[in-house]
């Protein structure tokens, strides 16, 4: 998960936050007594070796409700939190087990995670029964709070660093690669369309053009009607190539930038978009035509697509990302598929590492994120 996944990660349902809080409280009570038991108890015992399986049987319960909680914050919470990978114990003495199982940072995050939760879900006991009561402390507050939750939980149940690195330079180095097929797809795109268009129109002038030499002398009528198809064909040349140009950088996003650049898009949609864009200052050439045609592209989707009557267009900064929202009204049931439209704007955002998001239940509404780094 990248910085801005982390801080942009959606806030969790208010009912599913509070059935948490509530549900946890109980869980964090057992854990609590078990825990601080089967340590004090072990070491208490450890000098005539009794002690040694409980302290096996604590750090096997400490492993195993973390893990039990990392699909919990999931589930309820929205958190992304993948399985852990623990050091292997098999086929290891007891003893050995359990030193291996100590030196192990991971061990010592989950109870740092589990002893720390403690205290905090008498607090979030008290504020879920309060949600209940009081309306807009559940709409408002209680998200937040079941964000910031999850953000211990990504803090003490997610990767370590070394894990986190290994993933990061793994989507990197996937990203890079999609977004080499990308351009290459795109050449062949703009390859096709010169072969297709403008250069059919171009052979068609010098045809004409050829045909009026021939005749120059002996039919001055069939002359003027070669050189005005001529015309005619060189003019829808111009008009192609203009158009072609535009697709690879139309010449309103560098004149004058995202917010009018995506104005004029939403004019020409069939159905009323409402765009608000704020990235001052300024991102870099390549962010702002990649955040181009993702907009672009997905409004012609919605258009065709979605069965949708608006849609809306946001566009923000953060210190080092533009963050690109769109959303409609329409059906839902959205979803990025291996050769689909949005797999093509997930290749577009990853030629400069950034990261597409598709939230789109069945019925609707569906949000479309993209998350473009403003450095790389």
């Known amino acids: 998960m990248t910085e801005a996944q982390r801080l942009e990660r959606p806030r969790p349902n208010p009912a599913r936050t509070i059935v948490y809080m509530i549900v946890s409280f109980v869980f964090r009570i057992i854990q609590f007594v078990l825990i601080v038991t089967g340590i004090v108890t072990g070491v208490a015992t450890a000098v005539v070796w009794i002690g040694f399986p409980i302290l096996l049987a604590t750090t096997s319960f400490i492993r195993w409700s973390a893990d039990r909680e990392r699909s919990w914050l999931g589930a309820m919470l929205r958190v992304p939190l993948p399985p852990v ?38 607090a979030e006991l008290a504020i879920a029964l309060a949600s209940i009561v009081l309306l807009p402390m559940a709409i408002w507050v209680t998200p937040w709070l079941g964000w910031l939750h999850g953000e211990l939980g990504l803090a003490l149940l997610g990767p370590d660093r070394t894990k986190r690195l290994e993933q990061k330079a793994e989507r990197l180095q996937a990203s890079r690669a999609r977004g080499v097929d990308a351009a290459e797809a795109e050449r062949r795109r703009i390859e096709r369309d010169l072969h297709d268009g403008a250069q059919q129109r171009l052979v068609a002038v010098a045809m004409s053009l050829g045909r009026a030499k021939s005749k120059f002398d002996q039919d001055p009528a069939a002359v003027r009607e070669l050189i005005d198809e001529a015309h005619s064909d060189a003019k829808l040349a111009v008009s192609e190539l203009r158009d072609l140009a535009r697709g690879i950088y139309p010449a309103v996003l560098g004149d004058r930038g995202l917010d009018a650049a995506l104005s004029a898009q939403a004019a020409k949609s069939p159905i009323p978009v409402d765009v608000h864009v704020d990235v001052e200052p300024r991102p870099p050439a390549a962010v702002e035509t990649t955040a181009y045609f993702i907009v672009g592209e997905t409004l012609t989707n919605i258009a065709k697509h979605s069965g949708a009557s608006e849609a ?52 609707g509404p569906t949000v479309i994120r993209a998350d473009l780094p403003c450095q790389w």
């Open 85 to 122: 990978e623990r050091r292997s114990q098999e086929g290891l003495p007891l003893l050995r087990r359990w030193i291996v199982r100590l030196s192990d940072p991971t061990t010592w995050r989950d109870l740092a995670y589990l002893m720390v939760t403690f205290p905090l879900a008498c």
């Open 312 to 363: 809306g267009v946001k566009v923000w900064r953060t210190d080092d990302h533009v963050v690109v929202e769109i959303t409609d009204n329409g059906h839902g049931g959205a979803e990025v598929r291996p050769g689909g439209g949005l797999a093509g704007l997930a290749d577009r955002a990853a030629t400069i590492d950034g990261v597409i998001t598709v939230v789109s239940p069945v019925g």
